[in-house]
């Protein structure tokens, strides 16, 4: 049952752009983090198509493509919809209203100092950047955040600048028009380290990630080609778990026991890179294969993405209309 009679307390959103698949790196830095408070809150995920179009407005057919493959991964990592509301940000326009009235009362210098809009600016150089919906990216954020009053957004460390504006947004709404959005606050989801099979940051730019919908033919050639320690010519020579590219996902997906049993034989040299590579394999499987299992379901009904969304837009869009009917009558544009 959805946890719906729960207050603001206990109430949290969060979203993701439908720009690729999803891989190990969204898994365990985001939605394992998902199913947990699902369980004991009131949840709403929302599928940000119109924050992928900052990036992909010359590529929307890609937007529309991986939009329901990325509710098949969020169902089929855990997540259900009776326990969440699932959504497609788009189909709720109230959250274009709000983005509009909140652009009023937002300073252009609060988006210009944003860090995050910085960096990516001087680190994304395959994409144009220099338009209106990157700058406003933090004061459309706002309005999917506020517009559900929650109380808890989870989001990593690297997030944080743009949760501050949000609650500096709401803030400011609430001295000019009076208290009726809460400040969000930071639930930090734990640092998971899952690096890509390069030692990048897994990232689908790189082509360097496990996809969560990947089969065991398909991953089992990138798992053999993954860098290990780079100190470690032959078999003979003792390895380093700490510096080798393996090891985080044997600390993701590998027993506590059979880890120590892993570092013990690197550091002597009784326990090989390849040997080790099909133990990390062998659980990649069966970590796997339930959600293969659930996403393997959601392929054979063509219409459950649809009636999945459906459900929730429905949900979402009763909320934000009740948010926004407060909106109008405290602006005075009821």
């Not at 890609?62 to 098949?72: D, M």
């Not at 293969?292 to 993405?305: M, S, T």
């Amino acid at each position: 049952m959805l946890n719906a009679a729960l207050g603001a307390d206990r109430r949290t959103l969060s979203g993701m752009r439908p720009t690729g698949p999803l891989h190990l790196g969204h898994y365990f830095g985001a939605l394992k983090n998902w199913i947990e408070m699902q369980e004991t809150m009131q949840c709403f995920f929302f599928v940000a198509d119109w924050h992928a179009l900052t990036s992909e407005f010359e590529n929307t057919p890609r937007i529309k493509q991986y939009a329901p493959e990325l509710v098949k991964d969020w169902v089929a990592s855990g997540l259900d919809p009776e326990k969440c509301v699932i959504f497609r940000q788009s189909a709720i326009k109230e959250h274009a209203e709000l983005h509009l009235l909140l652009s009023m009362i937002t300073p252009v210098s609060w988006l210009e100092r944003c860090p995050t809009y910085k960096e990516q600016q001087q680190q994304i150089t395959d994409k144009d950047l220099s338009n209106y919906g990157f700058l406003g990216y933090p004061v459309l954020m706002t309005s999917d955040i506020i517009m559900y009053r929650p109380k808890w957004v989870p989001v990593g460390a690297d997030q944080l600048p743009h949760l501050e504006i949000s609650r500096e947004i709401a803030r400011r709404f609430n001295n000019l028009y009076g208290e009726f959005f809460p400040e969000p606050e930071a639930r930090l989801t734990p640092a998971a380290k899952c690096p890509g099979l390069d030692g990048r940051k897994m990232s689908k730019s790189y082509n360097n990630f496990i996809g969560l919908s990947e089969s065991m033919d398909e991953i089992t050639p990138k798992v053999r080609g993954m860098l290990t320690d780079k100190a470690r010519l032959r078999k003979t020579d003792p390895g380093d778990p700490d510096v080798c590219n393996l090891y985080p996902y044997h600390e993701l997906l590998t027993d506590e026991a059979t880890r120590a049993e892993i570092r013990q034989g690197c550091t002597s040299a009784s326990l090989g890179c390849v040997d080790c590579k099909k133990i990390l394999l062998k659980n990649l499987a069966v970590f796997l294969e339930p959600l293969h299992e659930r996403r393997a379901k959601l392929d054979a009904n063509p219409n459950a993405v649809q009636e999945i969304l459906e459900a929730g837009n429905a949900k979402a869009r009763a909320f934000a209309q009740e948010t926004m009917r407060g909106v109008r009558e405290l602006m005075h544009l009821d």
